[in-house]
């Protein structure tokens, strides 16, 4: 394990400049730790070196002077002992190929991107296992867990979760990202992490439906706890385990993010059920969705997994079939009577 004084060394590379990625590459940099940070759009990087401030994605949070915004994917990662991606998850792929030859064999590589590809139905440590060379799973961790990305910049309490088969890793991690105000646990696993992270999303969107259609507290009460069975019965078809989905990863960021005003999953929910279009609303955003790609993946990998998720292939329908939310929650809230609880 690490000391602290050997962390302050360790050169970091932040791949992704949205909301998430600047706020946690501030918290590094914020540390003392130098940190590239890959920024996509020329106009938001520019505006970060010179005036110290990403107003697209996190506006009102002035940056530290240790956060070296670059164009330069492969300088960004080259030579790091770390790198972090923070991409939005349908682009991780063709974003991680251009630079995956230039991370080095020793390089602990951290995920805090939430998302299961379209066409693949991998979790984004999948994707980059496929594209970065030799990666392997002890130097791979996931970064997750109930945190919005401006309460996090502001230095308000915040606890999340390393997950990685790797115990030094894990710890690496936990000790790398650890302040007075953004605690750190570790976990080993990996796939109920990622699962958890990425289909709260889709919950979420059910959630802000409900309060688009001006249901009430009891609703939302159900939808949260059996949104959580359906992330665990998948978790557990993929090989997770259950105790997963009733710590920070499970439970603790589908309850933030089903109830929270700054998730964009839940805005965009909540439209839908007030009555607005899905394609409206994509061109009027300049963040993305996860939950609106993440629905598609669900409903297909649900589907041949042969796993039973109601919600989520109600929200899958919602979004891409234009069911009528009302109509989708009496086909919900009309199927056949059964008992509560899974077997396992």
Not at 43 to 67: A, C, I, T, W
Not at 89 to 109: K, P, Y
Request: aromatic fraction near 4%; include cysteine.
């Amino acid at each position: 394990m690490k000391t602290n004084e050997e962390i302050t060394a360790f050169p970091i590379g932040v791949v992704g400049a949205g909301s998430w990625g600047t706020a946690l590459a501030n918290l590094l940099a914020d540390k003392g730790l130098a940190v590239d940070h890959w920024v996509y759009e020329d106009e938001v990087r520019q505006q970060m070196v010179e005036e110290k401030e990403n107003q697209r994605f996190l506006p009102g949070v002035r940056l530290s002077d240790n956060l070296r915004p670059s164009g330069d994917l492969e300088s960004v990662v080259a030579g790091k002992k770390l790198v972090l991606v923070v991409t939005p998850s349908h682009v991780t792929r063709q974003t991680m190929e251009r630079c995956g030859h230039a991370i080095g064999s020793d390089t602990v590589v951290v995920s805090a991107s939430k998302g299961i590809e379209n066409q693949t139905h991998l979790t984004m440590s999948g994707v980059l296992k496929e594209v970065i060379p030799g990666l392997a799973d002890d130097r791979l961790a996931i970064l997750t867990g109930p945190s919005f990305a401006k309460e996090v910049a502001r230095k308000m309490a915040t606890v999340v979760t390393a997950a990685s088969k790797n115990t030094d890793t894990a710890a690496l991690v936990q000790q790398t990202f650890a302040t007075p105000y953004f605690r750190v646990y570790t976990i080993d696993d990996v796939v109920g992490a990622e699962l958890g992270a990425a289909v709260k999303n889709v919950i979420a969107i059910a959630a802000g439906v409900i309060d688009g259609l001006g249901l009430g507290l009891n609703t939302r009460a159900a939808l949260i706890t059996r949104g959580l069975v359906e992330i665990r019965r998948l978790g557990l078809a993929m090989g997770a385990q259950p105790r997963t989905f009733t710590g920070l990863a499970g439970a603790g960021d589908l309850i933030l993010t089903c109830t929270g005003d700054l998730s964009r999953n839940h805005t965009i929910g909540k439209q839908i059920g007030e009555g607005k279009k899905l394609n409206d609303l994509l061109a009027a955003m300049h963040m993305v969705a996860e939950g609106v790609k993440t629905a598609r993946s669900v409903y297909n990998l649900s589907r041949k997994l042969g796993v039973e998720m109601p919600i989520s292939h109600a929200v899958y329908h919602v979004l891409y079939d234009d069911l009528d939310p009302k109509t989708a929650l009496h086909q919900l809230m009309t199927r056949d009577l059964k008992q509560e609880l899974d077997e396992n």
